[in-house]
């Protein structure tokens, strides 16, 4: 049977300009599409906008503009930005489209005629921002916990749907389907939730009050409440009931969103599809946030950042690479400007970026730009290391942890980059005895970067092509996850293309500046191996920093008062990069048992660990969290 894959985003509320929250969602949706269409599957990706209810209507008020005009320009900027971020979503839905409307009381009149919806009365506490009820028990402080504003207290005859019916069974089939909602954090808090008896959910909102959603098909004073009516695009979008494509693809629907959303996808959805008799979708994957100084990145707390203005100032293939890279999909991460440059300079410019642009230049001055010929007594290292890559990254992709599919396959960058200086060609090529070696050394370097331009692609098409290109392959859409699996596949004879730099280094000026700067060479090889016992010979130790001060007429030392269960005064050269007081009350690593030296007339008694001056400065080494002072460290 063919394979398929369906892979759906939120649809984003169009009361706000879209930041990097709703891009990393849209880009992990897209990584995710590219993966399986490179893997051979028939693959569906929609993603598009919500756009009734309160929020909406309170935000064209206040722009003073009909909801449908205010809507139809919020819309048309996300539909704009996609194409630009090399979104490839097969379909955009607004849930003002006519087929969504139709569908939507399609649903309803069904849920109705079984029995589920009924008329009653409801007081609340509502969050207009999250378009809905909250317990008291879910407030904070009495306060929305997501948008901390105080919710509005609402009475009202409404229509509900006997959410409360179908507890047991979704219980049940979360309990029997353990990867249903993923990571598992997110099933456990679904679970959580499901302890408490779950009340039935106000589906309409009287016309009196709001009259800007889809008229109820059973009584016309009352509108569809905003949930109820943006789930169902899930299947609008791909022509529920009846389309060929609704038969291929809702079985195996995955939706994405961020954990702001859990409880109407984990909760609302599935039981309206069981209402409507329809099979509950197969994976609900959920992240974590972008936060910036701690909060989370919205509109409402005004600290977004934007998308477009980052991938005009650094490239779209950085701008995807870091947002993958850097977020562990389901836990939170933080923004940050400089840890990008870090990234893209570390990342990109010198492990990807240095290997592709050398060995394209020695195959150029070697061999006057031809590809080599492979040998049969070829070596086993990279092919090896690209077979063992492969397997880690499609396990990766089937698990959502993109950050560790681009480890892998940095892996095999690194390994490409350490048989070089292993092989060193230049030598190679002085001896004409050596030419066959030299040839093959070359060629095993271009294959390794066959493999990862494909590998790399879902995550930065745009570099994947232009490395495609260089290596001379005329029909860089015939590579995919099939054609890397066998060693060998680059033509030899054929010419290469050699290219501008694919990442130009960055130097970044905090100030907002940005401007190229100098190549620094790479980090050494790896040394020699040592035995555990030599290496236990070192006595590594938790210190925190009591003081710091610069020492006078130095420019690179700091003197620094630690405590490691006692006190003690080491000397560092980190004044470049490091303020005194950055650094008290820092928990930091020295090598505790280190020879006393004497700098600048002072006597250092340890020494800290810190990485060697890089691209981005010296970084030293510190602790995700707070370490007991003067722990071993091994
Ligand atoms: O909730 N970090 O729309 P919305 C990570 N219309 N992701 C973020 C984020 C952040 N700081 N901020 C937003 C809605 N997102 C409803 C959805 S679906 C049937 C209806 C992303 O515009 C993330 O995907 O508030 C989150 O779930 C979504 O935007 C919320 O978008």
Not at 445 to 473: C, D, H, N, W
Not at 483 to 489: E, F, K, N, S
């Amino acid at each position: 049977m063919e394979k398929a894959f369906y892979i759906t985003t939120p649809i984003y509320y169009v009361n706000a300009s879209p930041h990097i929250g709703h891009a990393y969602t849209t880009i992990v949706a897209d990584v995710l599409a590219r993966y399986h269409r490179l893997s051979g599957s028939r693959t569906f990706f929609l993603t598009g906008t919500d756009e009734h209810g309160d929020k909406i209507a309170e935000a064209a008020e206040k722009s003073g503009v009909t909801p449908k005009a205010y809507a139809d320009r919020i819309s048309g900027q996300f539909r704009d930005l996609w194409p630009k971020l090399t979104i490839t979503n097969d379909y955009f839905i607004r849930t003002t489209d006519t087929n969504h409307i139709e569908t939507v009381q399609a649903i309803l009149s069904k849920v109705y005629d079984a029995g589920d919806i009924y008329f009653g009365h409801y007081e609340g506490y509502y969050c207009v921002g999250c378009e809905r009820f909250y317990t008291e028990k879910e407030l904070i402080d009495g306060k929305c916990p997501d948008h901390q504003t105080e919710p509005e207290f609402r009475k009202e005859s409404n229509y509900f749907f006997k959410m409360s019916k179908y507890q047991d069974w979704l219980i049940s089939h979360i309990n029997a389907n353990p990867d249903f909602i993923r990571p598992e954090r997110y099933r456990n808090e679904v679970l959580a939730f499901l302890r408490e008896p779950l009340e039935d959910l106000c589906i309409s909102r009287p016309k009196s009050r709001l009259s800007w959603g889809i008229t109820l098909p059973f009584d016309e004073n009352y509108v569809t409440y905003v949930w109820f009516d943006a789930l169902i695009n899930y299947i609008t979008g791909i022509g529920y009931p009846d389309s060929d494509n609704f038969r291929t693809f809702w079985p195996v629907a995955q939706h994405l969103i961020a954990k702001d959303i859990l409880k109407p996808h984990g909760i609302y959805w599935p039981t309206m599809l069981k209402a409507a008799g329809l099979e509950p979708y197969k994976h609900l994957n959920v992240h974590g946030y972008w936060n910036v100084d701690q909060s989370k990145m919205s509109k409402s707390l005004g600290n977004v950042i934007s998308p477009l203005e980052l991938k005009d100032k650094y490239g779209l293939d950085a701008f995807r690479y870091y947002l993958l890279r850097e977020m562990v999909f389901g836990l939170d991460s933080s923004f940050s400007e400089e840890g990008f440059v870090q990234r893209v300079n570390a990342e990109l410019a010198n492990d990807l970026g240095n290997l592709v642009s050398r060995v394209t230049a020695m195959v150029m001055k070697y061999c006057k730009g031809k590809i080599p010929a492979l040998t049969p007594e070829a070596d086993a290292i990279l092919p090896d290391t690209a077979a063992r890559v492969i397997g880690d990254v499609e396990k990766s992709f089937q698990e959502l942890t993109f950050h560790k599919a681009l480890m892998s396959i940095w892996e095999l960058i690194n390994t490409a980059n350490r048989y070089i200086v292993e092989n060193e060609p230049w030598s190679l090529a002085k001896d004409p005895a050596n030419q066959d070696r030299l040839g093959n050394v070359l060629y095993q370097l271009l294959e390794a970067i066959r493999v990862v331009a494909v590998l790399i692609s879902p995550f930065m098409p745009g570099s994947s092509g232009k490395i495609l290109t260089q290596l001379g392959i005329t029909d860089p859409e015939r590579e995919d996850f099939k054609t890397i699996r066998t060693w060998g596949g680059l033509s030899s004879g054929q010419s290469l293309q050699r290219g501008e730099a694919l990442f130009p280094r960055i130097d970044y000026k905090p100030d907002g500046g940005a401007a190229e700067i100098k190549a620094i060479p790479p980090p050494p090889p790896i040394k020699p191996e040592v035995s555990y016992e030599d290496f236990e010979k070192i006595d590594l130790r938790v210190a925190r920093i009591l003081e710091a001060e610069v020492v006078p007429k130095s420019a690179k030392l700091l003197k620094l008062k630690i405590d490691i269960g006692e006190e003690r005064t080491i000397v560092a050269g980190i004044a470049k990069d490091y303020k005194p007081e950055q650094l008290v009350g820092k928990s930091i690593v020295i090598v505790a048992n280190l020879k006393p030296a004497k700098l600048m007339g002072i006597e250092s008694r340890g020494m800290l660990l810190a990485t060697d001056t890089t691209a981005e400065g010296i970084t030293v080494l510190a602790f995700d969290r707070e370490p007991r002072t003067g722990a071993k460290v091994r």
